[in-house]
Each structure stands twice: as C-alpha cells, then as structure tokens.
C-alpha cells in the first residue's frame, strides 16, 4: 500500500508561480513512476506530468509543458510540480499519482496507469 499525501497548493496571481510537493509513504518510492494529474470543476481529471523512476525521463501535457517542471527526490520520497507563468486555466484539483513496476509496459498519461492516487491540493489562478 502506498500513501501520497500533496501539498503546496494555494491563491495565485496570473503570471506567478508555486511549487506542489507530493510524499510518499513506504520504503519503495523509487521504483514508481509518479505522475500529476488535474481536475477542474465540471472536467474529468487529466494527465499534466510524468516522471520515470530514475528521473532519466519526464512527459508534459502541451498545455503546461514549458511551464511545468516535474522532478522528484527519491531520498526524501517526495515528488514536485514546479509551476510557472501559471494562467486561470490553470485552476484545478492536482492529484500526484504512482504507478508500480509492471512487467509490461504501460503508457504515463491515463488515469488508468496509475495504481495509488493522493487526495488533491488545489491550486487557483486569479486573473
């Protein structure tokens, strides 16, 4: 069983920035690819970054990437969403997510790859 548990959410202004930070639980954070996903009010819940166990490789959304940073620190168990230049549209639930090692491969962008979900932190971009 893995536990993540967001944080770093808030009230921003257009243009600005903030970081979210996700914790996990467990002796085993390095073996899971960990994504963010978000969900705005009245929208289903969609993919925004992903990170590969070893960080070797990362996956953005068009819409945050070069924007977005995801990176992770598996000393600390903590995965991260830096966000910059953040627009209204940004608004929503962020959820960080972990998929297990699988024996088959498996894509980074449904909600379907992911095996353990954190409860959300939500993020508001005022115009």
């Known amino acids: 069983q893995v536990q993540l548990v967001e944080s770093g959410g808030g009230l921003v202004q257009a243009g600005g920035s903030l970081r979210l930070s996700c914790a996990a639980s467990?002796?085993?954070?390095?073996?899971?690819?960990m994504g963010w996903f978000r969900q705005a009010p009245g929208k289903e819940r969609e993919f925004v970054a992903a990170?590969?166990?070893?960080?070797?490789?990362?996956y953005y959304s068009n819409s945050v990437e070069g924007r977005f940073t995801i990176s992770r620190d598996n000393a600390k168990n903590t995965v991260y969403l830096q966000m910059n230049s953040l627009k209204p549209e940004d608004t929503a639930v962020y959820y960080c997510?972990?998929?297990?090692?699988?024996?088959?491969?498996?894509?980074?962008?449904?909600?379907?790859?992911?095996?353990?979900w954190g409860q959300g932190t939500q993020v508001t971009v005022s115009s």
């Open positions: 990170i590969a166990r070893s960080a070797t490789s990362t």
């Open positions: 467990g002796r085993t954070f390095s073996r899971y690819a």
């Open positions: 997510a972990a998929q297990l090692p699988s024996y088959t491969t498996r894509g980074w962008s449904r909600n379907s790859d992911y095996d353990y």
